[in-house]
């Protein structure tokens, strides 16, 4: 990827590609906003929040306006134009028209086919922002192994092809959510894998039991023993990588499944040489955000699934397009 500390930007007009869900990823792309100021850009700011099916007051970017530099110019959500998620040409060459230059600082879309990740890119000289070539230096630092991913939430189909390439590289693959759900339902993944480990116990509505005596689409949060059982697995490992919930995290009394793992992944680390923690997701930073353990973890990425594919895939289509 080419690095914006290696061109001219005075007086250059730049289109950042931020994402707005989240405070933490918006601080995360004020360091790339900051630096662009210093050195005499004339920043314009687009990005998205939430997934709009159209025009709305209530995702407006306009909010989120407070939390940038007065000197910035901030285009409305892309996501309201439909032209954003089919990757249209017509769109990127009007945000092209804009600016001179295009900086990706979004790792949290570069897996997605959008017509501000890839199309763009074909318009405008393109670079990766501070944040994004924070987030890749992270990811390629060499792991030491053993290595364990955990993984929950939803986005079952799309989480479940990435699992089983992420199988295939780590030493343990810890699942919650309805991922596990969905593998004790089904056994879309090999449920006899020695590196695979699912919940043994679970909360439901009305109970709390073994995972045997329930239909998965019961469970609603893992148990105590599961809790143990997946303690026990974390504690051996050098690396570990975590995205998504244990349960249905949305509602109070099925969230403690996600705290105790929390407190685990958080607890792991006494130094670099012993652990390295890496965490992604809206849901699991606000676990670790609410329990004042954030400081705890080496890298809180922007990316949920993208974070997920990069290290599956070892790319994404956003910063192969930047690598052009």
């Known amino acids: 990827m080419q690095s914006i500390k290696q061109i001219n930007l005075k007086n250059k007009r730049v289109l950042l590609r931020m994402d707005f869900n989240g405070l933490w990823r918006i601080k995360a792309s004020l360091k790339t906003i900051n630096f662009l100021l210093r050195k005499g850009a004339q920043v314009i700011v687009v990005g998205h929040y939430k997934r709009p099916e159209k025009s709305d007051k209530k995702y407006s970017l306009m909010q989120f306006r407070k939390y940038l530099p007065k000197e910035i110019e901030l285009l409305e959500n892309l996501r309201f134009d439909p ?3 089919s990757n249209d040409e017509s769109l990127a060459q009007e945000l092209a028209q804009k600016a001179d230059i295009f900086i990706q600082d979004a790792f949290s879309v570069c897996h997605r086919k959008h017509a501000s990740v890839i199309a763009i890119t074909k ?15 992270a990811l390629n630092k060499k792991f030491i192994k053993p290595i364990c991913y955990i993984i929950g939430g939803a986005k079952v189909e799309t989480k479940l092809e990435l699992a089983k390439l992420i199988l295939e590289k780590c030493d343990h693959l810890i699942l919650g959510g309805l991922i596990a759900n ?3 339902a089904n056994h879309k993944i090999e449920l006899t894998s020695t ?3 699912l919940p043994i116990d679970a909360i ?3 109970k709390t039991c073994a995972v045997g005596a329930i239909s998965p689409w019961q469970i609603l949060d893992i148990g105590p023993d599961t809790v143990d059982l997946f303690a026990s697995v974390i504690a051996e490992a050098k690396t570990i990588i975590w995205n998504g919930p244990m349960g249905k995290f949305e509602e109070e ?6 705290f105790e793992i929390a407190k685990i992944v958080a607890g792991i680390r006494r130094d670099e040489s012993r652990s390295y923690t890496i965490i992604g997701g809206g849901e699991t ?19 949920g699934g993208a974070l997920l594919e990069y290290l599956a895939k ?4 956003g910063i192969e397009m930047l690598n052009k």
């Open 83 to 85: 032209r954003e998620e």
């Open 195 to 197: 590196k695979l480990h």
């Open 182 to 184: 969905a593998v004790l």
């Open 123 to 137: 318009f405008l000289p393109s670079y990766a922002g501070l944040s994004l070539e924070k987030e890749i230096k």
């Open 204 to 206: 439901t509505k009305t």
């Open 314 to 317: 070892g790319s994404l289509p």
């Open 253 to 258: 009394k099925y969230q403690n499944g996600t």
């Open 285 to 303: 930073i606000i676990a670790l955000e609410k329990l004042n353990l954030l400081d705890k973890i080496n890298h809180i990425s922007t990316g």
